[in-house]
């Protein structure tokens, strides 16, 4: 009797750590489960149309786990809020090609030498310079005007990096506004942000490059949006953000140039929010 009681409670103990192992399988799976995008999306960041100086702030933007936090998956359909230099644009539309939508929807061009119009100009060439864009649909986002920049309710994904500080609150809200409009019940919005300091005032610095984490949020809630999550992939606890040439003070951009250059390069690029929210 005591050899049988001993067997079974090794046996007992074999299917408890089998049971275990296969809970913890499941649960890793489960976890991984957006990384399935993977090889569509290291095949995108890892192609030869990217230049090897883009590749290089792949360590500070974080480009593959930035993507995967926001659940992006190649058969969505994607929209990226004023691509600017196409940086994102890079990775995203040729890992979408074949299976997804991208749209670009960047400020339109009205003809003359202004910024935006300047702006898309430089991306549409960009756009026809290479083969991975040739499914890309631009359309046009005009800040603080409400604006169509894909078919009302059929995006999965509508992504903003680093844009905010550009557009100003009542700009912010009606960006989301116009993300809340393309997207499908359940899709989501994600922002990348330079990030204002909580202990910062905001409408003494709007011209720092940063904005609040709080107020994004606040903005994102009154366009109908809630926070699903926040990661801080993006983050970077040297950035005190409180720099000379504002956000542009640090790399890549680095305002003051040759001075205290190396004290700024040693600080890295600017912290930033990552947040998701979904309709």
């Known amino acids: 009797m005591k050899k049988i009681k001993t067997l079974l409670t090794a046996s007992m103990l074999t299917m408890s750590f089998a049971s275990a192992n296969a809970l913890a399988h499941d649960n890793h799976k489960h976890a991984e489960q957006p990384a399935k995008n993977n090889f ?18 792949d ?16 058969t969505m359909t994607v929209v990226e809020m004023a691509p600017g ?18 749209y670009g929807a960047h400020y339109p061009d009205k ?19 290479n083969e991975v864009f040739s499914e890309v649909k631009l359309t046009d986002f005009t800040p603080r005007q409400a604006s169509n920049i894909a078919p009302a309710g059929t995006a999965d994904l509508v992504l903003t990096f680093r844009n905010l500080h550009n557009w100003g609150e009542d700009g912010v809200l009606q960006m989301f506004k116009d ?8 899709g989501v919005l994600g922002v990348v942000e330079h990030r204002m300091p909580a202990s910062q005032n905001f409408e003494e610095n709007k011209r720092s490059g940063y904005f609040p984490e709080a107020l994004t949020i606040e903005l994102a809630e009154k366009a109908g949006f809630k926070l699903a999550a926040s990661s801080e992939v993006n983050a970077n606890p040297k950035d005190t953000a ?26 890295g690029e600017s912290d930033r929010m990552t947040l998701k929210f979904v309709k």
Do not use: C
Request: aromatic residues 8%; positive net charge; glycine residues 10%.
């Open 40 to 57: 569509a999306l290291v095949k995108a960041i890892g192609g030869d149309h990217r230049s090897d100086k883009n590749k290089a702030r």
């Open 111 to 129: 003809g003359d030498d202004s910024y935006g119009s300047k702006s898309r100009r430089r991306l549409e060439e960009k756009m026809a310079s």
């Open 179 to 186: 993300a809340h409009k393309a997207l499908k019940k359940g």
């Open 85 to 102: 230099g196409g940086w994102y644009t890079e990775i995203l539309a040729p890992a979408v090609k074949g299976q997804g939508t991208f």
């Open 242 to 267: 409180d720099h000379p040439r504002g956000v542009w003070t640090l790399p890549p951009v680095l305002a003051l140039k040759d001075e205290d250059k190396e004290k700024y390069l040693a600080i």
């Open 59 to 74: 360590v500070h933007r974080h480009p593959k786990e930035t993507l995967a936090f926001f659940g992006f998956e190649p």
